[in-house]
Structure formats: C-alpha cells, structure tokens
T-cell receptor, first 110, second 115 residues
Framework: DAKTTQPTSMDCAEGRAANLPCNHS???????VYWYRQIHSQGPQYIIH???NNETNEMASLIITEDRKSSTLILPHATLRDTAVYYC???????????FGTGTRLTIIP | SAVISQKPSRDICQRGTSLTIQCQVD?????MFWYRQQPGQSLTLIAT?????????ESGFVIDKFPISRPNLTFSTLTVSNMSPEDSSIYLC????????????FGPGTRLTVT
C-alpha cells in the first residue's frame, strides 16, 4: 500500500471547520483513501473512505484531488470531542490490512 | 457497525508469565485482526485470524510469542507469552464483516503492563 504523510499536529478553534491534509503521492489506481481517528484511551474509529470522488457522511467530508496524490478530511464544525489522532490510510482492494502511520494529533481549542 | 468487547480491559503482569486476551463480537464476522499499540506509538498489526485456519502473522511477530485462537465467527483470543516489560502495550482486536470490507471496527483495547 502507498505511504501517507500527515502533519504531526494541528489546532482548530471550536465551531470552525478542521481541515486535515494527507499526502499519498504514490497511490495507485485501485487504492482507496481511508480515515480513522483515535480518541484518547479508545480504539480507532472509522470516519470515511473514498476512491476518487469527494465523499460526505454524517461525520466528515473527504476531498480527493484530481490526481489522487493528496486528500483533505474536513470536520465542518469541530467540537471538543473531535480532539483525537487522525490517521490517513491507503489500502488496496482485496488487502484486508490497515497500515497505520503516525497520524495528525488534532486539538480543538475552546 | 459491530460491537466488540475485550477482556480484560487492563492487567498488570509479572515478567515470564502469560496473559490471554479475549475478543468477543456481537455478530458473525469474517476477518479478525490483532494490533499492538506501544506507549505513545501508532498501531502495528500483529496477525490476521480467520475462522478455521491458522493465523497469519506479520513480520516481527511469531506464533510462539503470540498464539492466537479463532474457534468461531464471533470470538478470538490472543496470548502474550513469556512476557517482558517490552510487551507493555495496548492490545486491540478489530473485525471486518466481509473480505474486502470497507470498514474495520475496533475493540476498546487491553492495556497490559509487565513489571
């Protein structure tokens, strides 16, 4: 699976949109982009995934660039409960494994 | 989604002993996975456990140290054998409903401290 690069940490004001970038310049055509988050002392939680089109669900939006080399996870109205480590993972079709990088530690500031 | 429970939630063990961690899912699942998260680190996959077959271990993990059982489609155990302080970690199980399934669901983890 392609390697991902994320900023180590980010801050965001409560109520504002949190935009978390991820670089995956070596992604191949059949690889999906997944986002998980891990709130302190909990197991990781699935957020969203996409292949090439932008995706939105009740938690977040995923914007993937046209060349698929990078993506952005958007939390539209961040709350204090969104403070967590966010992992961007690239995973190929038929590959069951999730390879976690170091992620981005997002802190929501009151 | 899937509801996953792990037992114990935490334990303190002496070096040289073994601990078996249980993972129970509220519905049948195809794939089960065991991860380790060392203090301050990200998650590392230990092995994949499918019902009816031997677990598949990742590089750096061996069956003698981390034996795994998968007796049915809702349950798995991971044993950490002959423990040393370096085994102090959070151990997490996760499940995927189908092969190639988009989502993996994670249990709450077992926090192990070896003294």
């Amino acid at each position: 699976d392609a390697k991902t690069t994320q900023p180590t940490s980010m801050d965001c004001a409560e109520g504002r949109a949190a935009n978390l970038p991820c670089n995956h310049s070596t992604i191949s055509g059949n690889e999906y982009v997944y986002w998980y988050r891990q709130i302190h002392s909990q197991g990781p939680q699935y957020i969203i995934h996409g292949l090439k089109n932008n995706e939105t669900n009740e938690m977040a939006s995923l914007i993937i660039t046209e060349d698929r080399k990078s993506s952005t996870l958007i939390l539209p109205h961040a709350t204090l409960r969104d403070t967590a480590v966010y992992y961007c993972i690239v995973r190929g079709v038929g590959n069951e494994k999730l390879t976690f990088g170091t992620g981005t530690r997002l802190t929501i500031i009151p | 989604s899937a509801v996953i429970s792990q037992k114990p939630s935490r334990d303190i063990c002496q070096r040289g002993t073994s601990l078996t961690i249980q993972c129970q899912v509220d519905s049948q699942v195809t794939m089960m996975f065991w991860y380790r998260q060392q203090p301050g680190q990200s998650l590392t996959l230990i092995a994949t456990a499918n019902q009816g077959s031997e677990a598949t271990y990742e590089s750096g993990f061996v069956i003698d140290k981390f034996p795994i059982s998968r007796p049915n489609l809702t349950f798995s155990t991971l044993t950490v054998s002959n423990m040393s302080p370096e085994d102090s970690s959070i151990y997490l199980c996760s499940v995927s409903r189908t092969s190639g399934g988009y989502e993996q669901y994670f249990g709450p983890g077992t926090r192990l401290t070896v003294t």
